[in-house]
């Protein structure tokens, strides 16, 4: 393997927890999840040849995952095909209290639009409003602003 | 009503911390390994990007072509001319169109500026096929006089008519095709990039 595909590789396994975390957030089953997570990787290789360091790397990591899923799921849309996330896969292990109230909420996370939804999971993703205004595009009030009315949404969307 | 929203307040960040503890769990879990990436890497090749060296050994075969035609025709060396220098330029501007695609997929500027510069390039490809349309037609003018200044006529004339226009239309079709790909590449770009404008 030439050195730039090595790095390329470590940085992929660096990262393939948030790579499947995003995925799981945008598919309704694993094959889903496997589809998506193929065409982030040729996405990100496509992009790691002339990635000029303009922008942190984790930062484009995201928005590369997020818009190839989004660009994935208005195609599936376009063929109308509806698409009931996250009802197949269940990452959150366990059956007490405090696992079926974050599965729960987790299943509300589900029920917000794709962009809601994209940026929810920035925000559980750990990321600054700095870092999540450069993901997304828009001001970081505006990131402020709207992640208050996602949480918002989340409260009003029933279980 | 404080109570409630303290409570939804730590489900939040209990989710969050949930979420944590999922990721530490898919760390520590084989997803991929080098094989599968390496596989992707291979698949990652740009397809569309690559058709652009395709140009270049037409332009010879199409040299080769015309050169016989001019002389097999009596075709006057202005027009060989004239071809040459048309088609060489839809070649070469094909072939940087194309490149920039790469850099345009790959960008990892600021998203609005990006946008703005992928929305330019759709503007310019447009541009482009709006100005090669007319000298296309210009140029199937100056071919119609040329054969006509031969004096050719009958079956010979016929048949000169015929593979111009099967030559023209396969010509027109390739130029739409790269076009409307060219085209669907940047609104797909924009399409995922532009986030923001599915926020109200």
């Known amino acids: 393997m030439e050195n730039k595909e090595l790095e390329f590789t470590k940085l992929v396994i660096g990262n393939k927890s948030t790579i499947y975390s995003v995925c799981y957030m945008f598919s309704k089953d694993k094959d889903q999840i496997e589809d998506l ?6 996405r990100l290789w496509n992009g790691y040849e002339s990635f000029r360091g303009e922008a942190n790397i984790r930062t484009w ?9 989004l660009d994935q799921e208005r195609k599936m849309r376009k063929q109308g095909e509806r698409v009931p996330l996250g009802t197949d896969i269940d990452l959150f292990e366990g059956t007490d209290d405090r696992v079926l109230q974050t599965r729960q909420l987790y299943s509300r996370i589900n029920r917000l639009g794709l ?12 990321l600054s409003y700095d ?4 993901v997304v595009g828009i001001s970081v009030k505006s990131v ?16 | 009503m404080n109570n409630q929203e303290s409570s939804e307040s730590q489900e939040l960040e209990q989710l969050r911390m949930e979420y944590a503890e999922m990721k530490a769990r898919l760390d520590r879990q084989e997803i991929i390994n080098s094989n599968m990436i390496q596989m992707s890497i291979n698949r990652g090749v740009n397809s569309i990007r690559n058709n652009r060296w395709i140009g270049f050994p037409m332009l010879l075969i199409l040299f080769a072509v015309f050169y016989g035609l001019s002389r097999s025709l009596g075709l006057r060396l202005p027009f060989f001319i004239v071809t040459l220098v048309f088609t060489a330029a839809i070649v070469v501007g094909n072939y940087f169109r194309l490149g920039r695609l790469d850099s345009a997929a790959l960008s990892a500027g600021p998203t609005r500026q990006f946008i ?14 709006q ?27 016929y048949i000169i008519i015929f593979s111009l226009s099967v030559g023209a239309a396969t010509g027109l079709f390739i130029s739409f095709r790269t076009h409307n790909r060219i085209i ?11 986030l923001s404008g599915g926020v109200k």
């Open chain 1, 61 to 69: 990591i995201y928005r590369v995952c997020l818009n190839t899923c």
């Open chain 2, 131 to 157: 100005i090669m349309l007319p000298l296309f037609v210009l140029w199937l003018g100056y071919f119609i006089l040329e054969v006509m200044h031969t004096g050719r006529q009958g079956m010979d004339l």
């Open chain 2, 116 to 129: 703005t510069e992928i929305k330019c390039r759709r503007v310019q490809q447009l541009r482009w096929i």
């Open chain 1, 37 to 42: 997570f193929q065409e982030i990787l040729i």
């Open chain 2, 184 to 194: 669907a590449f940047y609104d797909s770009i924009i399409a995922q990039l532009d």
């Open chain 1, 115 to 126: 962009v809601d939804r994209g940026m929810i999971l920035l925000w559980l993703e750990g």
């Open chain 1, 131 to 134: 870092e999540i205004a450069a």
């Open chain 1, 144 to 159: 402020s602003v709207r992640l208050f009315q996602i949480k918002n949404k989340l409260k009003s969307i029933k279980s």
